[in-house]
């Protein structure tokens, strides 16, 4: 048995699988099931990642690499056109929980006076946006599930102005591969095109019928039922266009880029 073989040997191979399978996500969906079946063996995604699993670097390597497949299968399955489920005012989760890497007395108080929207990248129209030009924009309002990576959800209601119109009337070009965000509170994310393009990605401005409170994003923050809750900027104070893959603060971090739900 030479070096390599003794190291495979002391892995905890089941760990290893069970991050893999974590890493994959949940496979709720027929198609993801099937295609699930057949990856989920250590030999199966080794081979799809390249990696080698003989050390404790190469397993992080090997996991990094099944993340990004990840990301790829979820792109694969998502379908740009299938809603997620909606829900009455009577289910609506009060309180809304708050959650972000610092305390609730830590969100930023952004000033609706001097704020000002900046647009980036691969967008033709208006540069710079004030809080009241957003606040004309059409309207539209969902009361959809915030799903959080770290096991719970809860269901809001959410108002402001359908994201694919507003990409499309700023002159965004919507044949890029990905859209941008950097934050108030430093966080920056990034999602794919067709999610931001998806009917129910909204960029809201309200929070149960009032102005989104500083604890849930002020002055605005995307709204993705089709995504778990970190791929939700908040506090946003600069949208990018770009074919540039832009990461993100979780993301950087060894989250799924993805980020589906």
Sequence with gaps: MNTNERKIVTLDRAAILTDARRELGKLDMPSRRLFGKRL??????????????????SVNTFLTAVSRLNDRVQAWLFDPHQLAPTYSEAQITRPFPFNAFYSVDEAPVVDGGSYRLKLSG??????????PELYTLPHAEQITRHICVEGWSAIGRWGGTPFAGFLRRVGADTSAKYVGFRCADDYYESIDMATALHPQTLLAFDYDGERLPAKYGYPMKLRMPTKLGYKNPKHIVEIFVTNTYPGGYWVDQGYNWFGGS
Aim: aromatic share 4%; glycine share 14%; charged share 10%.
């Design 40 to 57: 989920l063996t250590l030999g199966g995604l080794s081979m799809l990642t390249g990696c080698s699993i003989t050390d404790e670097a």
């Design 122 to 131: 691969l967008v033709t129209g208006q540069r710079v946006w004030t809080l």
